[in-house]
Protein backbone atom coordinates (compact mmCIF):
# COMPACT_ATOMS: atom_id res chain seq x y z
CA UNK A 1 0.00 0.00 0.00
CA UNK A 2 1.15 3.73 -0.55
CA UNK A 3 1.54 5.73 2.76
CA UNK A 4 0.48 9.04 1.20
CA UNK A 5 0.95 10.89 4.44
CA UNK A 6 4.48 9.73 4.67
CA UNK A 7 5.16 10.94 0.71
CA UNK A 8 3.82 14.31 1.59
CA UNK A 9 6.64 14.58 4.51
CA UNK A 10 9.20 13.38 1.74
CA UNK A 11 7.34 16.10 -1.08
CA UNK A 12 7.23 19.17 1.76
CA UNK A 13 11.33 18.31 2.90
CA UNK A 14 12.13 19.06 -0.84
CA UNK A 15 10.00 21.84 -0.41
CA UNK A 16 11.36 23.24 2.12
CA UNK A 17 14.60 22.49 1.19
CA UNK A 18 14.15 24.36 -2.37
CA UNK A 19 12.17 27.66 -1.46
CA UNK A 20 13.90 30.19 -0.15
CA UNK A 21 10.81 31.77 1.89
CA UNK A 22 10.44 28.33 3.63
CA UNK A 23 13.89 27.38 4.29
CA UNK A 24 13.27 28.15 8.03
CA UNK A 25 11.31 24.86 8.55
CA UNK A 26 12.31 22.22 10.31
CA UNK A 27 10.29 19.31 8.87
CA UNK A 28 11.39 17.49 12.12
CA UNK A 29 9.22 19.75 13.94
CA UNK A 30 6.20 19.04 11.62
CA UNK A 31 3.53 16.09 11.91
CA UNK A 32 1.57 15.51 8.98
CA UNK A 33 -0.99 13.17 8.98
CA UNK A 34 -4.67 12.14 7.48
CA UNK A 35 -7.75 12.97 8.50
CA UNK A 36 -11.19 11.77 6.34
CA UNK A 37 -12.75 14.06 3.62
CA UNK A 38 -15.40 12.22 1.22
CA UNK A 39 -14.31 14.09 -2.41
CA UNK A 40 -18.53 14.97 -3.00
CA UNK A 41 -18.10 16.81 0.56
CA UNK A 42 -17.79 20.06 1.05
CA UNK A 43 -14.52 21.49 3.28
CA UNK A 44 -10.51 22.22 3.59
CA UNK A 45 -8.37 20.09 1.57
CA UNK A 46 -6.16 20.54 4.12
CA UNK A 47 -5.11 22.39 7.08
CA UNK A 48 -2.43 23.61 9.55
CA UNK A 49 -2.48 23.02 13.34
CA UNK A 50 0.06 25.16 15.51
CA UNK A 51 1.33 23.77 18.80
CA UNK A 52 3.11 26.64 19.68
CA UNK A 53 0.42 29.59 20.82
CA UNK A 54 0.90 29.98 24.37
CA UNK A 55 -1.61 29.69 27.21
CA UNK A 56 -4.91 32.39 26.78
CA UNK A 57 -5.70 34.44 29.49
CA UNK A 58 -7.90 33.74 32.30
CA UNK A 59 -11.64 33.74 31.29
CA UNK A 60 -15.18 31.65 32.03
CA UNK A 61 -18.48 31.14 30.77
CA UNK A 62 -20.93 32.57 31.73
CA UNK A 63 -25.48 32.14 31.40
CA UNK A 64 -27.94 35.06 31.61
CA UNK A 65 -31.68 34.96 32.55
CA UNK A 66 -33.33 35.71 28.72
CA UNK A 67 -36.19 37.96 30.33
CA UNK A 68 -34.06 39.90 32.95
CA UNK A 69 -30.58 39.57 31.36
CA UNK A 70 -29.05 38.98 35.22
CA UNK A 71 -26.69 36.72 35.13
CA UNK A 72 -27.78 33.36 37.03
CA UNK A 73 -24.82 31.42 36.65
CA UNK A 74 -20.79 30.96 35.12
CA UNK A 75 -18.61 28.51 35.09
CA UNK A 76 -14.98 28.19 36.81
CA UNK A 77 -12.08 30.72 35.39
CA UNK A 78 -10.05 28.60 32.74
CA UNK A 79 -7.30 28.90 30.45
CA UNK A 80 -6.97 27.33 26.97
CA UNK A 81 -3.35 25.51 26.60
CA UNK A 82 -2.36 23.86 23.21
CA UNK A 83 -1.80 20.08 23.50
CA UNK A 84 1.64 18.63 23.80
CA UNK A 85 2.79 16.92 21.01
CA UNK A 86 6.35 14.38 20.69
CA UNK A 87 7.78 12.18 18.55
CA UNK A 88 10.70 10.75 20.18
CA UNK A 89 13.08 13.31 21.26
CA UNK A 90 11.15 15.94 19.46
CA UNK A 91 8.63 18.45 19.76
CA UNK A 92 6.29 18.57 17.24
CA UNK A 93 5.57 22.78 16.64
CA UNK A 94 2.79 22.26 13.89
CA UNK A 95 0.96 19.94 12.19
CA UNK A 96 -0.21 19.59 8.77
CA UNK A 97 -3.19 17.05 8.16
CA UNK A 98 -4.96 16.40 4.95
CA UNK A 99 -8.61 15.02 4.39
CA UNK A 100 -8.36 11.88 1.98
CA UNK A 101 -9.75 11.19 -0.55
CA UNK A 102 -11.01 14.77 -0.94
CA UNK A 103 -7.05 16.08 -0.84
CA UNK A 104 -6.74 13.53 -3.92
CA UNK A 105 -9.12 14.63 -6.22
CA UNK A 106 -8.75 18.11 -6.35
CA UNK A 107 -8.41 20.12 -9.16
CA UNK A 108 -7.53 23.90 -10.60
CA UNK A 109 -11.41 23.89 -12.25
CA UNK A 110 -13.51 26.68 -10.90
CA UNK A 111 -11.10 27.50 -7.77
CA UNK A 112 -9.40 30.33 -6.76
CA UNK A 113 -6.28 29.83 -7.45
CA UNK A 114 -7.07 28.87 -11.25
CA UNK A 115 -6.03 31.74 -12.71
CA UNK A 116 -2.43 31.66 -11.43
CA UNK A 117 -1.81 27.90 -13.56
CA UNK A 118 -3.41 28.77 -16.63
CA UNK A 119 -3.49 25.94 -19.45
CA UNK A 120 -1.02 23.71 -16.06
CA UNK A 121 -2.56 20.43 -15.51
CA UNK A 122 -5.50 20.04 -12.67
CA UNK A 123 -2.75 18.25 -10.36
CA UNK A 124 -1.09 21.60 -10.06
CA UNK A 125 -3.59 22.28 -7.90
CA UNK A 126 -2.75 19.94 -4.84
CA UNK A 127 1.13 21.36 -5.31
CA UNK A 128 -0.08 24.88 -4.55
CA UNK A 129 -2.29 23.17 -1.61
CA UNK A 130 1.32 21.62 -0.43
CA UNK A 131 2.83 24.97 -0.59
CA UNK A 132 -0.38 26.98 1.20
CA UNK A 133 -0.11 24.70 4.19
CA UNK A 134 3.66 25.13 4.52
CA UNK A 135 3.22 29.03 4.26
CA UNK A 136 0.89 29.19 7.11
CA UNK A 137 3.71 28.43 9.51
CA UNK A 138 5.41 31.40 11.40
CA UNK A 139 8.78 32.39 10.95
CA UNK A 140 8.96 33.03 14.48
CA UNK A 141 6.82 29.94 14.91
CA UNK A 142 4.83 32.14 16.96
CA UNK A 143 1.49 30.90 15.34
CA UNK A 144 -0.15 31.07 12.40
CA UNK A 145 1.34 34.09 9.78
CA UNK A 146 0.33 37.27 9.55
CA UNK A 147 -0.08 38.60 6.24
CA UNK A 148 1.64 42.25 6.24
CA UNK A 149 -0.48 44.31 4.05
CA UNK A 150 0.68 47.54 1.72
CA UNK A 151 0.59 49.96 4.96
CA UNK A 152 2.56 48.11 7.20
CA UNK A 153 -0.31 46.64 9.44
CA UNK A 154 -1.51 42.94 9.47
CA UNK A 155 -4.66 41.39 7.81
CA UNK A 156 -7.38 39.89 9.62
CA UNK A 157 -7.45 37.62 6.84
CA UNK A 158 -4.93 35.14 6.40
CA UNK A 159 -6.20 34.20 3.07
CA UNK A 160 -6.01 37.24 1.45
CA UNK A 161 -5.23 37.92 -2.53
CA UNK A 162 -1.87 38.52 -1.46
CA UNK A 163 -1.47 35.18 0.03
CA UNK A 164 -2.54 33.31 -2.58
CA UNK A 165 -0.16 35.10 -4.83
CA UNK A 166 2.38 34.71 -3.17
CA UNK A 167 1.71 30.57 -2.48
CA UNK A 168 1.66 30.68 -6.78
CA UNK A 169 5.22 32.19 -6.67
CA UNK A 170 6.56 29.91 -4.87
CA UNK A 171 4.99 26.91 -6.54
CA UNK A 172 6.55 28.25 -10.19
CA UNK A 173 9.94 29.11 -7.98
CA UNK A 174 10.14 25.26 -6.65
CA UNK A 175 9.29 24.09 -9.96
CA UNK A 176 12.15 26.51 -12.12
CA UNK A 177 14.70 24.80 -9.59
CA UNK A 178 14.09 21.05 -11.43
CA UNK A 179 13.02 19.11 -8.63
CA UNK A 180 13.20 15.49 -9.61
CA UNK A 181 9.89 14.19 -11.46
CA UNK A 182 9.60 11.67 -8.74
CA UNK A 183 9.34 14.31 -5.66
CA UNK A 184 5.68 15.10 -6.91
CA UNK A 185 4.89 12.47 -9.66
CA UNK A 186 2.07 10.51 -7.20
CA UNK A 187 0.01 14.09 -7.09
CA UNK A 188 -0.85 13.90 -10.80
CA UNK A 189 -3.12 10.79 -9.85
CA UNK A 190 -7.00 10.82 -8.55
CA UNK A 191 -7.39 8.71 -5.19
CA UNK A 192 -9.08 5.85 -7.05
CA UNK A 193 -6.12 5.45 -9.79
CA UNK A 194 -3.53 5.15 -7.10
CA UNK A 195 -5.71 2.74 -4.67
CA UNK A 196 -5.76 0.20 -8.04
CA UNK A 197 -2.00 0.92 -8.83
CA UNK A 198 -0.97 0.86 -5.02
CA UNK A 199 -3.54 -1.47 -3.24
CA UNK A 200 -4.44 0.97 -0.99
CA UNK A 201 -3.96 4.03 0.39
CA UNK A 202 -2.83 4.59 3.78
CA UNK A 203 -1.90 7.09 6.07
CA UNK A 204 -0.82 8.30 10.12
CA UNK A 205 -3.55 9.34 11.94
CA UNK A 206 -3.69 9.20 15.69
CA UNK A 207 -5.38 6.30 17.74
CA UNK A 208 -8.53 8.79 18.85
CA UNK A 209 -9.20 9.39 15.43
CA UNK A 210 -11.48 11.21 14.24
CA UNK A 211 -10.25 13.11 16.50
CA UNK A 212 -6.92 14.75 17.09
CA UNK A 213 -5.02 17.39 19.10
CA UNK A 214 -6.48 20.63 19.74
CA UNK A 215 -6.83 23.43 21.88
CA UNK A 216 -8.37 22.37 25.53
CA UNK A 217 -9.49 24.22 28.50
CA UNK A 218 -8.02 24.06 31.84
CA UNK A 219 -8.94 25.12 35.02
CA UNK A 220 -7.37 28.35 36.08
CA UNK A 221 -4.76 27.37 39.11
CA UNK A 222 -6.21 31.03 40.83
CA UNK A 223 -10.05 31.21 40.79
CA UNK A 224 -10.88 35.25 42.03
CA UNK A 225 -14.32 36.45 42.34
CA UNK A 226 -16.52 37.87 39.85
CA UNK A 227 -18.12 41.76 40.25
CA UNK A 228 -20.73 40.42 38.54
CA UNK A 229 -21.35 37.25 40.96
CA UNK A 230 -24.98 37.79 43.21
CA UNK A 231 -27.09 36.22 45.12
CA UNK A 232 -27.89 33.26 43.48
CA UNK A 233 -25.52 32.88 40.86
CA UNK A 234 -23.79 29.69 40.82
CA UNK A 235 -19.98 28.72 39.49
CA UNK A 236 -20.49 25.62 37.70
CA UNK A 237 -17.22 23.42 37.67
CA UNK A 238 -15.56 22.54 35.08
CA UNK A 239 -15.24 19.27 33.03
CA UNK A 240 -11.80 17.53 32.90
CA UNK A 241 -10.74 17.56 28.97
CA UNK A 242 -12.46 14.53 27.43
CA UNK A 243 -8.99 14.25 24.80
CA UNK A 244 -5.64 13.73 25.42
CA UNK A 245 -3.64 16.54 26.23
CA UNK A 246 -0.64 14.50 25.60
CA UNK A 247 0.26 13.00 22.80
CA UNK A 248 3.45 10.70 21.80
CA UNK A 249 4.04 8.81 18.93
CA UNK A 250 2.69 5.79 20.97
CA UNK A 251 -0.78 7.61 19.89
CA UNK A 252 -0.21 7.21 16.11
CA UNK A 253 -0.94 5.09 14.31
CA UNK A 254 -1.88 3.71 10.05
CA UNK A 255 -5.16 4.12 8.67
CA UNK A 256 -6.37 2.47 5.51
CA UNK A 257 -8.56 5.47 3.76
CA UNK A 258 -11.18 4.40 1.55
CA UNK A 259 -13.85 6.20 -1.12
CA UNK A 260 -16.19 6.80 1.46
CA UNK A 261 -14.99 5.12 4.94
CA UNK A 262 -11.53 4.32 6.77
CA UNK A 263 -10.24 1.69 9.16
CA UNK A 264 -7.24 0.92 10.99
CA UNK A 265 -4.16 -0.91 10.73
CA UNK A 266 -1.62 -0.78 13.02
CA UNK A 267 -0.64 1.52 15.83
CA UNK A 268 3.28 1.48 15.71
CA UNK A 269 5.67 4.77 16.80
CA UNK A 270 7.74 3.88 13.56
CA UNK A 271 5.14 4.36 10.83
CA UNK A 272 5.03 8.02 11.69
CA UNK A 273 5.14 10.75 8.86
CA UNK A 274 7.52 12.88 10.39
Known amino acids: MMNYTERLTVLMQDVVSRVAALSFI ?35 YFWRDRSTHALTRRSEWFVTRSPSVTVGPRDIKYMISFALPRFCDQSLDRSRKERFYRGAEPWMAKL ?25 TYSANCHGQQFFEQVAEMVHAYLATKPAPEMYEFLRHDFAA ?36 GVGVKVEALRAPQQ ?25 GQFRAA
Do not use: W
Request: aromatic share 8%; glycine share 6%.
Open 244 to 268: PTRYSEDDLHVREFCKDTSRRLIRK
Open 128 to 152: DTVVHELYHIDPDLAGIRRIEKEDG
Open 194 to 229: LNARHGGIVGTSFRTFPSFPQRYIERAAEQPACESD
Open 26 to 60: DMSEVLVFARAGRSRAEGAFATCHCLTLPASEPGY
